[in-house]
């Protein structure tokens, strides 16, 4: 016997209705490539959407052929999350960090149709628009005379002369939930990178869950800042769960500098920003030269890598800012895990307080993860067992783009690469990336854990550990630090910093100073290239 319910299909275009209908005159900020301060709300966001999706049909596009962006966190970039998705078109956020052979090779793969770009971008896509066949209509996010001249990008028009052309009636069509919304690749550390193919029902179901008061907490009072850009896993689909709840939206653009950043909360009240560790490094950076204080925000969602513990305490003891620490990954829309306290850990004191905070935190309702050692066997949940973590649910990957009849899942759970515990209470806490973890001896030894102690020194303003070849242990951890401008600090002093903090096995054999550590697309340590900078670099002792 079915449910006597109407049946009305999860559609990103619901979305949208929901946010002009219910909070049509909630804010929505920008800080625009051309340097200003843009205000719209969602009546407009939605009006302009509709003609996203008529310039659309003007161009022919059949439903699911792909539109790519290659933008900003912006309005524009908002306006296209719903005009393309809402009329069955498949919006694909494009990495402009990305080396521009390997965005040709994108475009190429989701065989996009028509690509949308900041014109910060204009040399990239003048670089790249010859070597992509299936792009029909280039659109430069500005205004008509803004449109770059002699770029000789061919069919190049600008954003606003496109859309401007058309009527904003337009009537969302209704399809399967189930059909393709948007597509994101994972940012290829290894090899090419792999094609994640969102749908309706998975983005709007994330986004419910990304609302949940044990989950990002957002309500119609909050003013929301997603530092995490709009190319990266749908700014951790912000976008959409601001307008499930009706929060303002405040997007920073291409100025995520630390004075920028401050400036926006600030300026615009914020209570809550989103992004990965090394963007809030370079604010607390600017608020401590400054001796600043923040007057609106209440707390900081902080994932992508792990959040180190002096970057937590300071937010929370300097600056009166909760940290929510949170997990997930691009093949996971990506919200997994957030860690926000239950009554018994309230209770603590406040070191066992921190102690889980720095946890990665709980399942999200529709996540269900477990551990298991090396034969597939499940492992305790105990804090202290680790193994590597699997996931499912329904806003989770089942197979790559374009890679039918490979699937990456085990028995129906998606393995995310990662390594962790879990305790009693449902905490997760990743010991690594298992390519990254340090095997020393028969012992593991987390990267994260000798990363966070050398981050605690006030002198470092980054830090990396990585494995090194050793005769007798197999690997010994070193740290690779790059310090803060004009501090100075020895290797001995460093090593000498993490007696107490760490077990003796665990403490790195040797500090490597560097000017920067190299940083990925999204803004994480790469590993890889630090290896590769670290060639021919051989243990002290050895
Ligand atoms: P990519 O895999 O392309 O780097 P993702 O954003 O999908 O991009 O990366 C997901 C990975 O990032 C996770 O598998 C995990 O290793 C790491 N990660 C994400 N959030 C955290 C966190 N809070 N703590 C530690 N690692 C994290």
């Known amino acids: 016997m079915l449910g006597q319910m109407q049946n ?22 920008s800080r625009r490539v051309e340097g200003d301060i843009h205000r719209t709300n969602w009546v407009t966001v939605a009006k302009r959407a509709r003609q996203i999706a008529n310039a659309l049909d003007a161009e022919k596009l059949a439903p699911n052929e792909r539109v790519a962006t290659l933008a900003w966190n912006g309005y524009r970039h908002l306006e296209l999350y719903f ?3 809402g009329s069955q078109r498949v919006l694909h956020t494009l990495n402009p960090r990305l080396h521009p052979q390997q965005l040709a090779w994108i475009i190429n793969h989701a065989e996009d149709s028509v690509v949308c770009f900041d014109t910060t971008f204009t040399p990239l896509i003048a670089a790249v628009h010859s070597k992509c066949p299936t792009v029909k209509r280039w659109v430069a996010l500005c205004d008509a005379d803004k449109l770059p001249a002699d770029s000789g990008i061919p069919n190049l028009v600008s ?28 940012s290829g550390t290894t090899g090419n990178p792999k094609g994640v193919l969102y749908s309706h029902r998975s983005s709007l179901l994330h986004a419910y869950a990304v609302v949940f008061p044990d989950s990002l907490n957002l309500s119609a009072r909050d003013a929301i800042l997603p530092v995490v850009p709009m190319f990266h896993v749908n700014a951790w689909g912000l976008p959409y769960a601001a307008a499930v ?29 989103a992004g990965v560790p090394t963007v809030w490094q370079m604010l607390l950076g600017h608020m ?17 890598s792990a959040c180190p513990p002096a970057m937590l305490t300071t937010f929370q003891d300097t600056y009166g800012v909760e940290v929510l620490h949170a997990w997930g990954m691009t093949e996971m829309s990506p919200l997994g895990t957030v860690c926000t306290l239950k009554n018994k850990q309230l209770a603590l004191d406040e070191a066992g307080r921190l102690k889980v905070r720095l946890k990665q935190g709980r399942a999200v309702c529709g996540v269900d993860m477990k551990i298991v050692d090396g034969a597939g066997k499940e492992l305790p949940w105990d804090g202290r067992t680790y193994g590597d973590l699997l996931v499912r649910g329904p806003w989770i990957i089942d197979q790559y783009f374009k890679a039918e009849g490979a699937s990456p899942l085990v028995d129906g759970w998606f393995p995310t690469g990662d390594v962790a515990t879990i305790d009693a209470d449902g905490f997760m806490q990743i010991t690594d990336r298992s390519k990254d973890v340090i095997k020393s001896g028969g012992e593991w030894i987390s990267s ?68 920067a550590i ?14 590769e900078q670290l060639k021919g670099y051989t243990l002290p002792g050895v």
């Open 518 to 531: 190299p940083l990925g697309a999204t803004g994480k340590m790469m590993k890889v290239s630090l290896r």
């Open 288 to 304: 401590q030269a400054g001796g600043l204080k923040f007057s609106s925000l209440k707390g900081t969602v902080i994932g992508g």
């Open 8 to 29: 009305h299909p999860l559609l990103i275009s619901s979305l949208i209705e929901h946010a002009e209908r219910h909070h049509g005159d909630g804010e929505i900020v």
């Open 448 to 515: 994260i854990d000798v990363e966070n102690v050398a981050m605690a020194h006030p002198a470092v303003a980054m830090a990396a550990c990585v494995g090194m070849p050793h005769p007798k242990w197999d690997e010994r951890p070193i740290v690779v630090v790059a310090l803060k401008p004009g501090a100075e600090l020895s290797r001995e002093e460093l090593l000498a910093f993490y007696e107490g903090k760490i077990a003796k096995w665990q403490t790195p054999d040797d500090v490597v100073f560097v000017p």
């Open 83 to 85: 005009g393309v998705s």
């Open 159 to 186: 954003y606003e002369a496109w859309l401007g052309a058309q009527s904003s009636t337009y009537s969302w069509p209704v399809f399967d939930e189930n059909t393709a919304s948007s597509l994101c690749y994972t």
């Open 245 to 273: 709840a009706g929060c303002k939206l405040v997007f920073p653009g291409p100025a995520m500098d630390g004075k920028s950043i401050y400036e926006l909360i600030e300026g615009e009240q914020v209570s809550m920003a």
